[in-house]
């Protein structure tokens, strides 16, 4: 079993910057690939980047390269998630979710462990 927490959510102007954390609890972390995902209201949920067991390979939403950035600290059980030059439609839940199947990390249904979720607001 994996709990997930994540932090860090917040208000920030366009333009802007904000960095996500998703602490984990388990000690099966360090084998499981860590994705972020997001969701804002009226939407589907969708892919937002992915970082394998080891941080070894990272992928993102096309879309998205370039501005968010996915890490994690794996002797702290957390994954992180930097957010720079924020824009207004970036503006949704994100969630933190992980996986011990190896797949394509960018499908929700790989993974089986979710967070609540943290509030990200671009105001304009």
């Known amino acids: 079993q994996v709990q997930l927490v994540e932090s860090g959510g917040g208000l920030v102007q366009a333009g802007g910057s904000l960095g996500l954390s998703c602490a984990a609890s388990g000690r099966t972390f360090s084998s499981t690939a860590m994705g972020w995902f997001r969701q804002a209201p009226g939407k589907e949920r969708e892919f937002v980047a992915a970082?394998?067991?080891?941080?070894?390979?990272?992928y993102y939403a096309d879309s998205l390269k370039g501005r968010f950035t996915i890490s994690r600290d794996n002797a702290k059980n957390t994954v992180y998630l930097q957010m720079n030059s924020l824009k207004p439609e970036d503006t949704s839940v994100y969630y933190c979710?992980?996986?011990?199947?190896?797949?394509?990390?960018?499908?929700?249904?790989?993974?089986?462990?979710w967070g609540q979720g943290t509030q990200v607001t671009v105001s304009s």
């Open positions: 979710a992980a996986t011990q199947v190896y797949g394509v990390y960018s499908r929700r249904e790989l993974y089986n462990y």
């Open positions: 970082i394998n067991w080891s941080g070894g390979s990272t």
